[in-house]
């Protein structure tokens, strides 16, 4: 009795074993994929598993590899295709037939299909059960590459005319909890992306871990963790994009960051979503990271809002300096500055609806008192002294169906960084409405203001991503981030300052102009470069040398010109010349509302005098600085000075050069 109960519970497996392959997927066996082209080949990680047969056709392996041969071709007669987009570092491949003639094994390989043919490496042969038996082969994949597509070869070792099979894929994140956390490499400037993945992962509960309180998560999201370990600066700023390839990608999703024991205590320290602070341009949040102590260990955590599709997305993190001081005009802790007079001057909010050359910039409280936004994506700023009671600001916006947002500012600032931030007036343009920002012939008119008192303003297109082009006339303005501008840099080679720099397209520009100039603040032409492709879109790059730089220290900023005739000026750098010795740089912020901070490089040890006088000449701070070889940093204590304008005197201890700055206090 025990005998014959083995054989139906035998044959009972089978037959359920046989409906799985009937229903799961709802495929026919008769499909099979002999070459990798194949459409409607792909296998979802963790999802359903693919039904698929192999079949003895006159046209088995009509797909070979590139360089390698298949593991088992020698003992194999037919081939099925089949591919799957790695959601995490390591995969699982289960290939399960109830065929005791098909003896399944198979390979899986990195690479492409152009046109039949995989050109790439093997990375795997799996054939671990002998013989001919009802049967599951399975293999483990390790070192894969997030959104990358991979290839499996099933192939049938056995005698059988048809074999039919299920092919599954399975996943865990090496991401999934805060334990595991992914490191993040903190770029300076331009951000590094990698590809991430939430579509294996599950809701971390271990230790205790707040909620992050902004982008509804969920009981049936799923989140990864990265790390960043906080830099001198202090600063880093995490971006996100969900947008581009492989698909799916994420659509709506969530950003938080934390400190503490992993899986532990841990605090939350911040959170993003696309309404609150820190959105970009691609509807994808973004979070500064600032006033942790150099070395403290971040969290980052990313997952679907309100549990939507799950799927990948990329992200990165920056050094971006304080307050994301990198780029002129890209943050409001470097505005480009505007200055009332005969004039214009003309920018874009993006470089292409593709490529963004400003990215979100949500400091303090601005998110609160935003009149015309209600996402702060791609903003750059401006600032102005007022003069007047009022000043009013003509505008000129032609190329965007969405128009633009204007909106202007009182700021108050600590450590450089724009922290309180008032609404002065009303504004131009309301992004809450698609398609009501302002367009054409356009005034901002702003009353009530305080002569003396330094004004911020925001623009950025309503309806983003737009590519707004504006013109602002009676005023001129320096520090507009050069939409086009990849990379600008230079050093000093053979005692010639040669300079170089990349730019991502050359849309109506005319030629570039270097300029330079000793102490940062009046620039001359030094030499000028036709465009190489006007209107094209490929990286162009350009190198020069300047027969007229300083000795000591030589300040640089590049002139795009338009076939307009306008121009965007770029943001400075500096080239150390061959008698460089005892220069005073990188003084800020000035305009100051508290202390003041400036570095000194030196090549050998001596002193500095350090004098602060008032405008009538009185003097306010007096000391005598030690300096050791390489930067030095020093602070002039200004917060209990009352608001003027001052004059900072550095005098070197060993060739008596004196150098005068003018500083503003507010």
């Given at each position: 009795?025990?005998?014959?109960?083995?054989?139906?519970?035998g044959?009972?497996?089978q037959?359920?074993?046989?409906?799985?392959?009937i229903?799961?997927?709802?495929?026919?066996?008769?499909?099979?994929?002999?070459?990798?082209?194949?459409?409607?080949n792909?296998?979802?990680?963790?999802?359903?598993?693919?039904?698929?047969?192999?079949?003895n056709?006159?046209?088995?392996?009509?797909?070979?590899?590139?360089?390698?041969?298949?593991?088992?071709?020698?003992?194999?007669?037919?081939?099925?295709w089949?591919?799957?987009?790695?959601?995490?570092?390591?995969?699982?491949?289960?290939i399960?037939?109830t065929?005791?003639a098909?003896?399944?094994?198979?390979?899986?390989?990195?690479g492409?299909?152009?046109?039949?043919?995989?050109?790439?490496?093997?990375l795997?042969?799996t054939?671990?059960?002998?013989?001919?038996?009802?049967?599951?082969?399975?293999g483990?994949?390790?070192?894969?590459?997030?959104?990358?597509?991979y290839?499996?070869?099933?192939?049938?070792?056995?005698?059988?005319?048809?074999?039919?099979?299920?092919?599954?894929?399975?996943?865990?994140?090496?991401?999934?909890?805060?334990?595991?956390?992914?490191?993040?490499?903190?770029?300076s400037?331009?951000?590094?992306?990698?590809?991430?993945?939430?579509?294996?992962?599950?809701?971390s509960n271990?230790?205790?871990i707040?909620?992050?309180?902004?982008?509804?998560?969920?009981?049936?999201?799923?989140?990864v963790?990265?790390?960043?370990?906080?830099?001198?600066?202090?600063?880093?700023?995490i971006?996100?994009?969900?947008?581009g390839?492989?698909?799916?990608?994420?659509?709506?999703?969530?950003?938080?960051?934390?400190t503490?024991?992993?899986?532990?205590?841990?605090?939350?320290?911040?959170?993003?979503?696309?309404?609150?602070?820190?959105?970009?341009?691609?509807?994808s949040?973004?979070?500064?990271?600032s006033?942790?102590?150099?070395?403290?260990?971040?969290?980052?955590?990313?997952?679907n809002?309100?549990?939507?599709?799950?799927?990948?997305?990329?992200i990165?993190?920056?050094d971006?300096?304080?307050?994301?001081?990198?780029?002129n005009?890209?943050?409001?802790?470097?505005?480009?500055?505007?200055?009332?007079g005969?004039?214009?001057?003309s920018?874009?909010?993006?470089?292409?609806p593709?490529?963004?050359?400003?990215?979100?910039?949500?400091?303090?409280?601005?998110?609160n008192?935003?009149?015309?936004?209600?996402?702060?994506?791609?903003?750059?700023?401006?600032?102005?002294?007022?003069?007047?009671?009022?000043?009013?600001?003509?505008?000129?916006?032609?190329?965007?169906?969405?128009g633009?947002a204007?909106?202007?500012f009182?700021?108050?600032?600590?450590?450089?960084?724009?922290?309180?931030?008032?609404?002065?007036?009303?504004?131009?343009?309301?992004?809450?409405?698609?398609?009501?920002?302002?367009?054409?012939?356009?005034?901002?008119?702003?009353?009530?203001?305080?002569?003396?008192?330094k004004?911020?303003?925001?623009?950025?297109?309503a309806?983003?991503?737009?590519?707004?082009?504006?013109?602002?006339?009676?005023?001129?303005?320096?520090?507009?981030?050069?939409?086009?501008?990849?990379?600008?840099?230079?050093?000093?080679?053979?005692?010639?300052?040669?300079?170089?720099?990349?730019?991502?397209?050359?849309?109506?520009?005319?030629?570039y102009?270097?300029?330079?100039?000793?102490?940062?603040?009046?620039?001359?032409?030094?030499?000028?470069?036709?465009?190489?492709?006007?209107?094209?879109?490929?990286?162009?790059?350009?190198?020069?040398?300047?027969?007229?730089?300083?000795?000591?220290?030589?300040?640089?900023?590049?002139?795009?010109?338009?076939?307009?005739?306008?121009?965007?000026?770029?943001?400075?750098?500096?080239?150390?010349?061959?008698?460089f010795?005892?220069?005073?740089?990188?003084?800020?912020?000035?305009?100051?509302t508290s202390?003041?901070n400036?570095?000194?490089?030196?090549?050998?040890?001596?002193?500095?005098?350090?004098?602060?006088?008032?405008y009538?000449?009185?003097?306010?701070?007096a000391?005598?600085?030690?300096?050791?070889?390489?930067?030095?940093?020093?602070?002039?204590?200004?917060?209990?000075?009352?608001?003027?304008?001052?004059?900072?005197?550095?005098?070197?201890g060993?060739?008596g050069?004196?150098t005068?700055?003018?500083?503003?206090?507010?």
């Amino acid at each position: 009795m025990i005998f014959n109960d083995q054989i139906v519970l035998g044959k009972l497996k089978q037959t359920l074993l046989l409906l799985l392959f009937i229903f799961v997927a709802n495929v026919s066996f008769s499909q099979n994929y002999p070459t990798c082209t194949n459409t409607g080949n792909t296998v979802t990680v963790n999802g359903t598993c693919l039904v698929r047969s192999v079949q003895n056709t006159s046209n088995a392996f009509e797909a070979p590899v590139t360089g390698t041969y298949p593991c088992l071709q020698a003992a194999a007669a037919m081939d099925c295709w089949l591919k799957f987009v790695a959601t995490a570092s390591t995969a699982t491949i289960a290939i399960t037939t109830t065929n005791t003639a098909m003896g399944p094994a198979f390979s899986v390989y990195d690479g492409s299909c152009p046109s039949g043919t995989i050109v790439g490496t093997q990375l795997n042969c799996t054939d671990n059960v002998a013989g001919n038996a009802a049967q599951t082969e399975t293999g483990n994949l390790t070192g894969l590459t997030i959104g990358t597509t991979y290839w499996i070869r099933v192939m049938r070792t056995g005698t059988a005319a048809t074999a039919n099979f299920t092919c599954c894929v399975t996943a865990n994140p090496d991401n999934d909890d805060p334990n595991t956390a992914q490191p993040l490499a903190i770029s300076s400037g331009t951000c590094n992306f990698i590809t991430g993945s939430n579509t294996s992962s599950t809701l971390s509960n271990c230790g205790t871990i707040p909620a992050p309180g902004c982008a509804g998560l969920s009981g049936t999201a799923t989140d990864v963790w990265y790390s960043v370990t906080i830099p001198a600066s202090g600063n880093v700023f995490i971006q996100t994009e969900f947008s581009g390839t492989p698909a799916p990608q994420l659509v709506n999703g969530g950003l938080a960051a934390y400190t503490g024991s992993p899986c532990g205590a841990m605090t939350l320290i911040g959170c993003a979503d696309s309404t609150l602070n820190g959105q970009n341009s691609l509807n994808s949040p973004g979070l500064y990271i600032s006033g942790q102590p150099n070395g403290t260990i971040v969290y980052i955590r990313v997952w679907n809002k309100n549990a939507t599709a799950k799927g990948f997305f990329k992200i990165c993190a920056s050094d971006m300096g304080p307050c994301g001081n990198l780029l002129n005009n890209d943050f409001c802790s470097n505005p480009a500055s505007m200055t009332q007079g005969v004039g214009s001057f003309s920018s874009t909010t993006t470089a292409s609806p593709s490529t963004y050359s400003y990215t979100s910039d949500a400091p303090g409280n601005v998110g609160n008192v935003a009149l015309c936004s209600n996402n702060l994506s791609q903003n750059s700023w401006y600032s102005f002294m007022a003069t007047l009671t009022t000043h009013t600001f003509a505008f000129n916006i032609t190329g965007c169906a969405g128009g633009m947002a204007v909106q202007a500012f009182s700021v108050n600032t600590q450590n450089s960084c724009c922290k309180i931030f008032t609404s002065v007036g009303s504004c131009l343009g309301n992004s809450v409405t698609p398609s009501s920002g302002a367009t054409g012939a356009q005034t901002l008119t702003l009353n009530s203001l305080t002569p003396g008192v330094k004004y911020y303003i925001m623009i950025e297109s309503a309806n983003s991503p737009q590519v707004c082009t504006y013109t602002v006339s009676g005023w001129t303005a320096t520090g507009i981030l050069p939409i086009n501008l990849v990379s600008f840099s230079g050093e000093n080679r053979n005692n010639v300052n040669y300079i170089e720099w990349v730019t991502s397209s050359e849309e109506n520009i005319s030629s570039y102009i270097l300029e330079n100039s000793p102490d940062g603040i009046d620039f001359k032409k030094t030499s000028e470069v036709q465009a190489l492709q006007n209107g094209s879109s490929s990286q162009q790059h350009y190198h020069t040398y300047d027969p007229n730089a300083y000795n000591e220290l030589t300040y640089y900023r590049l002139r795009q010109v338009k076939t307009s005739g306008m121009s965007d000026v770029s943001h400075i750098i500096t080239i150390l010349g061959p008698d460089f010795y005892e220069t005073l740089h990188n003084l800020y912020p000035n305009p100051t509302t508290s202390d003041l901070n400036f570095d000194l490089y030196s090549k050998r040890t001596g002193s500095i005098s350090v004098e602060l006088l008032g405008y009538g000449g009185k003097l306010v701070y007096a000391k005598k600085y030690d300096i050791e070889e390489g930067t030095n940093t020093f602070v002039v204590p200004m917060n209990e000075l009352s608001k003027g304008v001052y004059i900072l005197k550095v005098v070197s201890g060993k060739s008596g050069k004196t150098t005068h700055h003018k500083i503003i206090k507010n």
